[in-house]
């Protein structure tokens, strides 16, 4: 009974700290000697992965990437975020090339981790009511995040984790070529229009993303999930939501 409680307890105190997923059936020994080194290999020919760049040359190396299923080929052979060992999944963006709105989230939560898509749990949930209340479907809008691997205990991504996966958001954005951004929630907002103040004072104000493909009309908005947890901001929501409606008809009356 005893060892059944200090079991449990064990349970819980590793649930505070964030470990909430299992991502491997046999523990691991930390404790076990390191395995031995193998004598040096003489070097191997270069072959076609994905090496690790820094930020600005994979930049520069995506540029060429011109759709959608090869960039997310890259994403998958990509190993220069640390949030990928840790996910189940990688969550690329989804919708359709072209379509008028584009909305970025800040990172997949448990639910987009097991099925590999965004937006998919109670926040999706609300997205699509959102969506639905100014006449789109959630298949009409491309949806995407800021990094593509659910951090651990859904803790807010790290400048770098962000800036790591930045050159894939900028690529999406190029190739969706979407007339209006939606930013949901202060990660999405701070880092694409590199802002510093935080989303109370960015939310319902255009802002312009100069993007690869051309400038974009921005809006900064609340995120769904902080909406489900502060109901009463949704009248804000809401005027962000209309004045996207607006700037949508206003180029297709
Ligand atoms: N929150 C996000 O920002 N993105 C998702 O995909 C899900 C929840």
Same mark, same amino acid.
């Given at each position: ?18 470990? @909430?997923?299992?991502? %491997?059936?046999?523990?691991?020994? =930390? ?7 193998? /004598? ?14 820094? #930020? ?6 995506? /540029?060429?990437?011109? @759709?959608?299923?090869?960039? +997310?080929?890259? &994403? ?6 640390? &949030? ?10 989804? %919708?359709?090339? %072209? ?9 997949? %939560? ?6 590999? +898509? ?14 639905? /209340?100014?006449?789109?479907?959630? $298949? ?9 691997? =659910? ?11 962000? #800036?790591?996966? +930045?050159?894939?958001?900028? =690529?999406?954005? /190029?190739?969706?070529?979407? #007339? ?16 510093? $103040?935080?989303?109370?004072?960015? +939310? ?10 051309? *400038? ?19 009248? #804000? ?9 607006? =700037?949508?008809?206003?180029?297709? *009356?």
């Amino acid at each position: 009974m005893i060892e059944r409680d200090a079991l449990l307890a064990a349970l819980e105190w590793q649930l505070a700290a964030g470990v @909430d997923e299992v991502v %491997g059936f046999e523990p691991a020994n =930390r404790l076990a000697p390191p395995p031995q080194r193998k /004598a040096p290999t003489p070097p191997a020919p270069r072959v076609a992965t994905m090496p690790v760049y820094p #930020e600005s040359v994979l930049a520069q190396d995506l /540029a060429g990437v011109c @759709d959608l299923d090869a960039l +997310r080929a890259l &994403l998958l052979d990509f190993d220069g975020c640390a &949030l990928k060992k840790t996910a189940t999944n990688t969550v690329f963006g989804e %919708g359709p090339v %072209g379509a008028r709105l584009m909305i970025i989230g800040e990172a997949p %939560g448990a639910d987009e981790d097991r099925q590999g +898509r965004p937006f998919v749990g109670p926040s999706g949930r609300l997205l699509e009511q959102m969506l639905a /209340a100014i006449g789109l479907a959630r $298949e009409e809008v491309y949806i995407a995040n800021t990094v593509y691997w =659910r951090p651990p205990g859904n803790r807010t991504p790290s400048a770098e984790e962000v #800036e790591a996966c +930045r050159p894939f958001i900028d =690529r999406q954005i /190029a190739l969706v070529g979407p #007339e209006v951004l939606m930013l949901a929630g202060g990660a999405a907002a701070k880092t694409l229009l590199g802002a510093t $103040e935080g989303i109370m004072r960015l +939310r319902g104000r255009w802002r312009v993303l100069a993007g690869q493909g051309g *400038p974009v009309d921005a809006m900064p908005t609340f995120h769904p999930a902080f909406l489900l947890r502060s109901p009463a901001r949704k009248r #804000e929501a809401w005027l962000d939501l209309l004045a996207i409606r607006a =700037r949508l008809e206003s180029a297709h *009356p």
